[in-house]
């Protein structure tokens, strides 16, 4: 049985239900914050769940608060990492284990933003492979910037004058 749900939360979890159903997105409960690594970028991060829509898995993720949509670029990178990540990490019985991550779309991943208190859930799509492309530019980056300065200097020429005497008195 489902717990009551205090107001006015009720109105937000209705919402949020309701605009699910109308969707038909159909959340996997294996698949709710779940621990992902993406071997290329050096990145782990834990996404909120994955769903399917129309029989495609997509990524997605919970946002409560301002409009993500008006700061699109941290959550389409974000988004991006966990779709293109190499595997998933679950609590075993002995620890960690670790499996491939799930085939999802790598086109778009849906971020589900639902303001508390306002009994207003939306669904926004968001570009990941654009996320993608910056996120793979980050990483060139942040290797680049690795480099040892004398890999990228080469000494042309250099002077050394002394300093002219002093004048006598």
Known sequence: QTPAI???WDADIAAYR????ANNVHIDPELIEVVVTCDSLEVAGTF???VTIGGEPYVADVKTGKDPAAFPHDICVQL????NAD???RPGPNG?????MIPV???RALVIHLRPGAATCELIWFD???GWEAAQTSAHVRTWQKTKATALTTPMAAITVAPAPAPTP
Do not use: K, L
Request: proline share 11%; charged share 20%; glycine share 0%.
């Open 6 to 8: 205090p107001a006015p």
């Open 18 to 21: 309701q605009v699910m159903a």
């Open 48 to 50: 909120d769940r994955v």
């Open 80 to 83: 991006a990492c966990y779709a």
């Open 87 to 89: 595997r998933m990490h």
């Open 96 to 100: 960690w284990v670790a499996e491939p």
């Open 105 to 107: 779309n790598r086109e």
């Open 128 to 130: 990941i492979a654009a």
